[in-house]
């Protein structure tokens, strides 16, 4: 084991001796009281340490750890004040948890000794086990009970954090404690405890599934989540271009350059002519393939004709829980296959190679599809040209307008809900071209995720672009200090529709459902 020597005077200087020998470059966090002390430390102790992201917002400290973890695939720190910052911070915790990326949540408590606490404040906000707040929607959660204890709870929750399928991680430290003098000695450093490598399968298993591939007619891939990693990406890519399959990109990651030929995302009619569909870590399986009737529960896939069997290869099923009902509808799949696509995919694509596929059926075969992909993105393009709306600007036509501007930047999409216009025209390509939204459905991310993306991405060769929907924005408007503070490379265009759009299309459904006038669909929209 190896061991780090430290200079500390207090356990909160420790502590940052451990966030910087673990690799954490940035801690975001609306200052609170029950950290005085590692802030202290944070802004006195270390030149080299952490640097620190001010936010005004809870919700915005996390939303800036989201997406600074999908712009580099490691975790930053928030500071957490007590029990109202971890109850402010609870909706963002919640979509970094759905959408699957490792965040370190710091809280500080207390002082748990009743001795030590201020009458009313200390008294209001101290909890038993403070996180059991949030204990349904993170990895895992732990209060160290003094400072010997502290190095390895780090390390374990940074590994918890870290291992496939990462997620937010919550540990709470006894304000008390931080002000403790540090008592001398080493501790064991981080790199003493690695994290686990991400989930494979068996041989036999690779070699059954890269068989089917190579064997059926027309195998359809599907994927929320291979472009997690660059791995997993490029698997992805290189998979389906040996196979000439078609590819659904769910879009919880950037999966597929979207002018690819075999890129059908927008035309899910092709999985009703599949006979094998495989899913690569799709988060709603079953609501990708009910377009097509090939869902399960309630109402069963069909077996005639044309019907496709099913294969999902994900190791999502590790990080269940039963407080949120996010595991989705069942799957009458034929198989499920525990393992990463970063594992999986390299290992089927080297497969496929050996195997050597029969070249005239599938060049025919691709060039069939490629020429329908091609009809799609055009009809795409002239649709949303012709877009526009007297009230509103159109999502379409704002997406056109923008490429038009922007394409010579290459800009790189760090957050949109547009709804999502830009993936189906802009020809976004390489990794990380697109990150996706915030998960769990809860506004007010898209602001707070740009800055973390900048964050992560540094001096970015490309123009970082939010296409922000005015509604999220104004959940979290002053997230604008927080990115004029920082000066961070980010282009935000705010879609203005005046309007919190989802709920008009409600209330004119329900108004049409009861024989109502949809004059008034924009009453408290």
């Known amino acids: ?294 869902g399960s529960t309630p109402r069963p896939p069909p077996r005639g004709e044309g019907s496709a069997a099913v294969v999902h290869v994900s190791a999502g099923h590790l990080r269940v829980r039963s407080w949120a009902h996010d595991v989705g509808e069942l799957v009458a799949a034929e198989r499920q296959i525990t393992a990463s696509p970063e594992t999986a995919l390299p290992a089927l694509v080297s497969r496929i190679e050996r195997q050597g596929p029969e070249a005239t059926r599938l060049s025919e075969r691709r060039r069939r599809l490629a020429g329908r992909a091609r009809a799609r993105r055009e009809a795409l393009w002239r649709e949303a040209s012709d877009a526009g709306a007297r009230d509103a600007v159109h999502p379409a036509r704002l997406a056109v307008e923008a490429w038009e501007a922007l394409a010579p930047e290459r800009p790189r999409v760090v957050h949109s809900k547009t709804p999502d216009w830009e993936r189906r025209l802009w020809p976004l390509g390489g990794f990380r071209a697109h990150l996706g939204w915030h998960g769990g459905g809860g506004l007010g991310y898209g602001l707070g995720a740009s800055i973390g993306a900048a964050l992560g991405f540094g001096d970015p060769d490309r123009l970082l672009v939010d296409l922000q929907p005015d509604g999220d924005l104004l959940y979290t408007p002053s997230a604008l200090w927080t990115a004029a503070h920082l000066r961070s490379p980010v282009l935000v265009l705010v879609q203005n529709n005046r309007q919190y759009r989802n709920t008009v299309e409600h209330a004119a459904r329900i108004a049409e459902q009861r024989g109502r006038p949809e004059g008034r669909r924009h009453v408290g929209a």
Not at 15 to 37: M, Y
Not at 182 to 201: E, H, K
Not at 256 to 264: A, C, I, K, R, S
Request: with cysteine; glycine share 8%.
């Open 1 to 294: 084991m190896s061991t780090g020597a430290t200079t500390a005077s207090w356990v909160s200087d420790a502590i940052v001796d451990l966030l910087t020998a673990a690799g954490i470059s940035h801690v975001a966090f609306n200052p609170g009281a029950s950290f005085r002390g590692l802030q202290d430390s944070l802004v006195n102790y270390r030149s080299d340490g952490p640097g620190t992201v001010l936010c005004t917002h809870e919700e915005i400290s996390v939303a800036v750890a989201h997406g600074y973890a999908k712009a580099t695939g490691r975790p930053m720190a928030v500071l957490l004040h007590d029990v109202v910052g971890l109850q402010h911070a609870a909706m963002a915790i919640y979509n970094a948890w759905c959408d699957r990326v490792p965040v370190l949540l710091l809280g500080g408590t207390g002082p748990v000794s009743t001795a030590k606490r201020r009458p009313w404040i200390d008294w209001i906000h101290t909890a038993n086990v403070q996180g059991e707040q949030v204990r349904d929607y993170v990895k895992w959660d732990d209060q160290p009970a003094d400072a010997a204890s502290i190095p390895r709870a780090l390390a374990r929750a940074l590994n918890f954090a870290r291992a496939q399928p990462p997620g937010p991680v919550y540990l709470c430290l006894d304000a008390g404690l931080q002000e403790e003098p540090w008592q001398g000695g080493s501790w064991p450093s981080p790199d003493s405890f690695p994290a686990p490598t991400a989930p494979a399968t068996t041989e036999t298993e690779l070699d059954a599934l890269a068989s089917r591939l190579r064997e059926a007619r027309l195998p359809v891939l599907i994927s929320d989540y291979a472009g997690d990693t660059a791995a997993g990406f490029e698997g992805f890519v290189a998979l389906a271009e040996r196979l000439h399959a078609p590819v659904i990109d769910r879009g919880a990651r950037h999966n597929m350059p979207v002018d690819h030929e075999l890129n059908f995302t927008e035309l899910p009619e092709i999985l009703g002519e599949a006979d094998l569909v495989v899913g690569f870590d799709v988060e709603d399986l079953y609501g990708a393939l009910d377009a097509a009737g090939l």
